[in-house]
């Protein structure tokens, strides 16, 4: 019990992420997860919901684009990014999506898939994938310019605004000034769209007129603030120091984490925010180190880092590192891409105040020391009873 407890108060305290190194563990992540791929783990995520094939390749591939474009391996970095593009540009990958949308496949699958294609090339230029990202791009844009919502369809009559985010985030990597005009449109149209109830972009519209269906949540606010500071660092920035104060919280006053649904506002889990324990969706929070990386919210991301190496019951051996005892697959995925994550496009300064200190980690290191004396103290008592006598 004595050692749990250390090794449970050196993962609340040890450097879990970092802003221009390899974040601790990461390369052990990836090992496994290409290990697991290759046995097919990205078939079985399929079957927990729609886009689990799909993600799990397409967040190794950035992952590893992180990674090399921070100096790590970046030839390997090229090499396994394209095998993850590979895959998802294969029939697998396109299975759940619908290939006569617009554009081919809906947003969601076009703007992921052109986010990693460029982001490959920045690790490696090759004139084949170049024209195809401009293509698809060219595309991407012209189904922007032709809608009459921002918030363009990733299946067949449902629309989510975090989709289009990505999609948007996309054509400014591709070409921060040929697309401009679509961006800056896409910016302003998406400003009069805004949840009222809390002023951020909502989770789920109308296809046809951009009009709220579903209000903020977690799930997409995470995805929405890890890459709005790609789109415009203004809006962002806006847009993040409200999800924060909305969805920022601390159960039980133990470690941070977020909320799936924003103070004040009580509601049911999905397939993509998993089970909600005291309103906290576990799954939010692993994307929200991301978002705060890119924020730089540097503080927020190490300590929600911290609470999810001490929770998340992670098994490292000289070869891989997984966690929640690797049942999860796409559970590391997410956190090995969250890790990792900063601007492509541009970068922020630290928001302007902290919400978070070290000192969150005294409850759970008074409990820690709790559990590590407790075997200690029966002994203890006995050898302060015998030297009284």
């Excluded at 967040?59 to 684009?65: H, M, N, Q």
């Excluded at 999810?308 to 929640?324: L, N």
Aim: with cysteine; aromatic share 10%.
């Amino acid at each position: 019990m004595t050692i749990l407890a250390v090794v449970g108060a050196v993962r609340l305290v040890g450097p879990a992420t970092s802003q221009d190194q390899e974040p601790s563990g990461v390369r052990l992540q990836l090992a496994f997860l290409r290990e697991r791929l290759e046995g097919g783990a990205d078939t079985e995520a399929q079957a927990l919901f729609p886009e689990g094939y799909f993600f799990l390749n397409v967040l190794y591939g950035l992952t590893w684009t992180e990674l090399g474009r921070r100096g790590v391996e970046p030839a390997r970095a090229a090499e396994e990014a394209a095998w993850a593009l590979a895959r998802v540009e294969s029939p697998a990958g396109r299975a759940p999506f619908d290939a006569s949308a617009i554009p081919a496949y809906g947003v969601f699958y076009a703007g992921w898939t052109n986010w990693l294609r460029g982001g490959l090339l920045t690790l490696r230029d090759d004139p084949a994938e170049r024209a195809r990202l401009d293509a698809d791009s060219q595309a991407l844009a012209a189904a922007f310019d032709a809608s009459p919502t921002p918030f363009l369809t990733a299946y067949p009559g449902q629309a989510w605004p975090c989709d289009s985010t990505v999609a948007i985030a996309s054509l400014r990597l591709a070409g921060a000034t040929r697309f401009a005009p679509t961006v800056d449109r896409w910016v302003s149209r998406a400003r009069g769209l805004l949840d009222p109830a809390t002023g951020l972009l909502p989770h789920h519209v109308d296809p046809t007129t951009g009009a709220l269906v579903d209000g903020a949540r977690g799930t997409s606010q995470a995805i929405i603030q890890r890459f709005l500071v790609d789109v415009d660092p203004v809006f962002a920035r806006e847009q993040y120091l409200l999800f924060r104060e909305g969805f920022l919280d601390r159960p039980l006053w133990l470690g941070p984490a977020i909320r799936e649904y924003p103070h004040g506002v009580d509601g049911d889990g999905d397939v993509d925010s998993g089970p909600l324990i005291h309103g906290i969706s576990l799954s939010t929070t692993v994307v929200a180190i991301g978002a705060a990386q890119a924020q730089g919210d540097h503080s927020l991301a190490a300590a929600l880092a911290n609470f999810g190496e001490f929770a998340g019951v992670p098994i490292t051996t000289f070869s891989t590192k997984r966690y929640a005892f690797g049942l999860v697959p796409i559970g590391d995925a997410f956190l090995a891409w969250s890790k990792t994550a900063r601007p492509w496009t541009t970068a922020l300064p630290a928001p302007p105040d902290a919400v978070i200190s070290g000192g969150w980690r005294v409850p759970l290191l008074l409990i820690l020391l709790l559990i590590g004396l407790s075997p200690w103290i029966p002994g203890i008592r006995r050898r302060w009873k015998a030297s009284e006598r």
